[in-house]
């Protein structure tokens, strides 16, 4: 079984596939949104017909950072994603063309 595919090659196939995969899929980010909001409306529903608890009004300290991070990671996530992709094939690159060099020398 012969593999003609260079490592470079490979690599770049890799972050390619990353590329589509479900986390930097639109699609997939609406519905993660989609359930975000919902998650939330039922919890502030929650916490409107238990707040009489002390315990309830202790556990949004808790709720509110959660919350935000997730809600962060939906939105933030597949930006950050697309900007280490593209870091990954600079730096592939360039070790591609120093070795191109290396090996002409």
Same mark, same amino acid.
Request: net charge positive; aromatic share 10%.
């Given at each position: 079984?012969?593999?003609?595919?260079?490592?470079?090659?490979?690599?770049?196939?890799?972050?390619?596939?990353?590329?589509?995969?479900?986390?930097l899929d639109p699609a997939y980010r609406k519905k993660k949104l989609v359930l975000w909001a919902i998650?939330? +409306? /039922?919890?502030?529903?929650? !916490?409107?017909?238990?707040? @009489?608890?002390?315990?309830? %009004?202790?556990?949004?300290?808790? $709720?509110?950072?959660?919350?935000?991070?997730?809600?962060? +990671? /939906?939105?933030?996530?597949? !930006?950050?994603?697309?900007? @280490?992709?593209?870091?990954? %094939?600079?730096?592939?690159?360039? $070790?591609?063309?120093?070795?191109?060099?290396?090996?002409?020398?």
């Open positions: 079984m012969e593999n003609n595919e260079t490592l470079s090659e490979s690599f770049k196939r890799e972050l390619d596939h990353a590329k589509i995969s479900t986390t998650r939330t +409306t /039922i919890s502030v529903i929650l !916490y409107v017909i238990f707040w @009489k608890h002390n315990w309830v %009004k202790w556990s949004l300290l808790l $709720t509110i950072p959660l919350s935000l991070f997730s809600l962060f +990671t /939906i939105i933030g996530s597949p !930006y950050l994603l697309k900007i @280490k992709i593209e870091r990954t %094939k600079k730096k592939i690159e360039e $070790t591609e063309k120093l070795l191109t060099e290396t090996l002409d020398e």
